[in-house]
């Protein structure tokens, strides 16, 4: 299932006239010009309420219903914009293993810092950004600070600390 490009040349070969309710425009059965790909197709055509245009997707898809596949289709969609969220607001970039496991585990482990640094900062009516909040705290991990003081310090003041800290590793 792929949402059908402008440019995309296609026969069509038939009409699915009962599927056309709920939002949905057409259902056709198509064969694209091109030659690359010589099975039967299916365009659906729906109205998309949130931006209120036209979308087309392209399946192989026959048995199931015109309406259940723009469902997967917005389903999966909802799949996309949560993923680039997660690395937005996760500062997830890279996964660090390939199993099941292995990218559930930090998807929760940040999705748990990410509520943590949250909750800190509506509990602590915090009025700078999530993502300084996060600066900060990764700054003055190792450092001797208590979160409150960390949260009422200002910039200066937490270099201050850290460079207290370092010297006290010296002496």
Do not use: C
């Amino acid at each position: 299932m792929t949402k059908l490009k402008n440019n995309l040349k296609y026969t069509v070969l038939g009409q699915h006239l009962e599927a056309m309710k709920d939002g949905i425009l057409s259902d056709e059965k198509i064969k694209l010009e091109n030659k690359k790909y010589e099975k039967n197709l299916r365009m659906i055509r729906f109205l998309d309420e949130k931006s209120d245009e036209v979308v087309s997707i392209v399946t192989n898809n026959f048995k199931l219903s015109a309406k259940t596949i723009v469902q997967i289709y917005k389903t999966r969609w909802q799949i996309e914009i949560f993923f680039r969220w997660i690395k937005q607001n996760l500062q997830i970039k890279t996964f660090l293993g390939t199993s099941k496991n292995a990218v559930m585990s930090q998807v929760w482990i940040a999705m748990i810092y990410y509520l943590l640094l949250t909750y800190i900062k509506y509990q602590s009516k915090y009025e700078k950004s999530l993502f300084y909040l996060h600066r900060i705290i990764k700054e003055a991990l190792l450092s001797r600070l208590t979160l409150i003081d960390l949260l009422s310090a200002t910039p200066a003041r937490i270099s201050d600390f850290k460079i207290k800290e370092f010297q006290l590793v010296f002496w």
